[in-house]
């Protein structure tokens, strides 16, 4: 189902910007009984990036109102929430886009993070990397061919998951997660300031390990910072957060850390 600008329809104009550009931001949600976790935080996350790419977006009361109208009822889901800049201008240029485009769609939970948050999964390095770009770093936009073209890669393999690099080889994060490893008590995680996007529950798993017993680190590093790990995990808003037990010859069998994240990353509803 998808809800266009309040109206229950499935098609979108060829001249929006969503479309002809990419031009535009989203952000996926977890439904879990009848409500949106992290609902606060999603619509800051749209709010934050369309300032960025200056849309100008201002129906947030009324998007509030859909987000919990579409996930009433429903036990578990996914709630989907785009925003373009909508149709408008000539070429590149968004003059004219006076009216943005809101669009809502609800889907099915994925079955198989249930099995991944009890028994893991592998990591496997992807060929695509990630092009540096600090303007758009850290923002969910609409361009996510580098995302298509890793997922395609890893689909040719048996692997759970990507892990990728940016063009200078840094650790940035996987193909529809983030990373997060354990040394001892230092927990790290690559900074989102060239590269990648900085999901929601990254920030969530950061505030609350901010406030614990780990020491939290945001570095740039190789994929050697991985050797000598004690434990590795992703995050992301709907896993929510998963343990890596394979990265090639690597194997890792402690749950230190996921232990820790995973029962606080349960009560996210109504924040």
Same mark, same amino acid.
């Given at each position: 189902?998808?809800?266009?600008?309040?109206?229950?329809?499935?098609?979108?104009?060829?001249?929006?910007?969503?479309?002809?550009?990419?031009?535009?931001?989203?952000?996926?949600?977890?439904?879990?009984?009848?409500?949106?976790?992290?609902?606060?935080?999603?619509?800051?996350?749209?709010?934050?990036?369309?300032?960025?790419?200056?849309?100008?977006?201002?129906?947030?009361?009324?998007?509030?109102?859909?987000?919990?109208?579409? %996930?009433?009822?429903?036990?578990?889901?996914?709630?989907?929430?785009?925003?373009?800049?909508?149709?408008?201008?000539?070429?590149?240029?968004?003059?004219?886009?006076?009216?943005?485009?809101?669009?809502?769609?609800?889907?099915?939970?994925?079955?198989?993070?249930?099995?991944?948050?009890?028994?893991?999964?592998?990591?496997?390095?992807?060929?695509?990397?990630?092009?540096?770009?600090?303007?758009? %770093?850290?923002?969910?936009?609409?361009?996510?061919?580098?995302?298509?073209?890793?997922?395609?890669?890893?689909?040719?393999?048996?692997?759970?998951?990507?892990?990728?690099?940016?063009?200078?080889?840094?650790?940035?994060?996987?193909?529809?997660?983030?990373?997060?490893?354990?040394?001892?008590?230092?927990?790290?995680?690559?900074?989102?300031?060239?590269?990648?996007?900085?999901?929601?529950?990254?920030?969530?798993?950061?505030?609350?390990? %901010?406030?614990?017993?780990?020491?939290?680190?945001?570095?740039?590093?190789?994929?050697?910072?991985?050797?000598?790990?004690?434990?590795?995990?992703?995050?992301?808003?709907?896993?929510?957060?998963?343990?890596?037990?394979?990265?090639?010859?690597?194997?890792?069998?402690?749950?230190?850390?996921?232990?820790?994240?995973?029962?606080?990353?349960?009560?996210?509803?109504?924040?």
């Amino acid at each position: 189902m998808f809800l266009i600008n309040g109206l229950e329809q499935d098609y979108l104009p060829a001249s929006d910007r969503a479309t002809q550009f990419g031009d535009g931001c989203f952000t996926t949600a977890r439904i879990l009984s009848g409500e949106v976790c992290l609902l606060a935080e999603h619509i800051r996350r749209l709010k934050s990036a369309c300032e960025k790419l200056l849309i100008s977006f201002t129906q947030w009361d009324e998007l509030q109102r859909e987000m919990i109208g579409l %996930a009433a009822g429903k036990e578990t889901g996914v709630l989907k929430v785009i925003i373009s800049r909508g149709s408008g201008g000539r070429g590149y240029s968004g003059a004219n886009c006076q009216y943005p485009t809101r669009i809502l769609s609800v889907s099915d939970y994925p079955a198989h993070y249930d099995r991944w948050r009890r028994d893991g999964i592998r990591l496997e390095l992807s060929p695509v990397r990630l092009g540096r770009n600090p303007m758009l %770093a850290g923002i969910k936009h609409l361009n996510r061919l580098e995302q298509v073209l890793i997922r395609a890669h890893l689909e040719q393999s048996d692997a759970d998951e990507a892990l990728v690099l940016d063009s200078e080889g840094v650790i940035t994060e996987c193909c529809a997660a983030n990373l997060l490893w354990r040394k001892g008590a230092d927990v790290f995680t690559p900074g989102m300031e060239q590269a990648g996007v900085d999901g929601i529950m990254r920030q969530f798993c950061l505030q609350h390990l %901010a406030r614990s017993c780990f020491r939290v680190v945001e570095v740039n590093a190789s994929l050697d910072a991985l050797s000598s790990a004690d434990e590795v995990v992703i995050c992301n808003a709907l896993m929510p957060v998963v343990p890596v037990c394979t990265y090639g010859e690597q194997r890792w069998s402690s749950r230190e850390l996921f232990q820790f994240l995973a029962p606080l990353c349960e009560q996210t509803r109504s924040s």
